[in-house]
Nanobody, 116 residues
Framework: QVQLVESGGGLVQAGGSLRLSCAAS????????MGWRRQAPGKPREVVAM???????NYADSVKGRFTISRDNAKNTVYLQMNSLKPEEAAVYFC??????????WGQGTQVTVSS
């Protein structure tokens, strides 16, 4: 099993910034992809950003140029720097980790609130 601990959510004004972190632990499974999804009330969960172990990234079109995903493979930690946040981006942000041969795992979610 993989345990994921997220941190960094909170309340920010529109135009502000937050940095999310997600640390994976508890398993010898080989971690491949790491990333973030979000879910706002009444909406489906959507991909925000993903990063392969190689460093290749994938972003939702709506966050390109404002959000930056990064990871520290030695620490099995993934980060999401979010700049110029918009009120409509208020959501629960979930960390997602893919493992080699053992499926994927989700964090408990961290709330991001953006006031207008």
């Amino acid at each position: 099993q993989v345990q994921l601990v997220e941190s960094g959510g909170g309340l920010v004004q529109a135009g502000g910034s937050l940095r999310l972190s997600c640390a994976a632990s508890g398993s010898d499974f080989s971690i491949t992809g790491m990333g973030w999804r979000r879910q706002a009330p009444g909406k489906p969960r959507e991909v925000v950003a993903m990063m392969a172990r190689s460093g290749s990234t994938n972003y939702a079109d709506s966050v390109k140029g404002r959000f930056t995903i990064s990871r520290d493979n030695a620490k099995n930690t993934v980060y999401l720097q979010m700049n110029s946040l918009k009120p409509e981006e208020a959501a629960v942000y979930f960390c997602q980790v893919y493992t080699l041969g053992h499926g994927d795992y989700w964090g408990q979610g961290t709330q991001v609130t953006v006031s207008s």
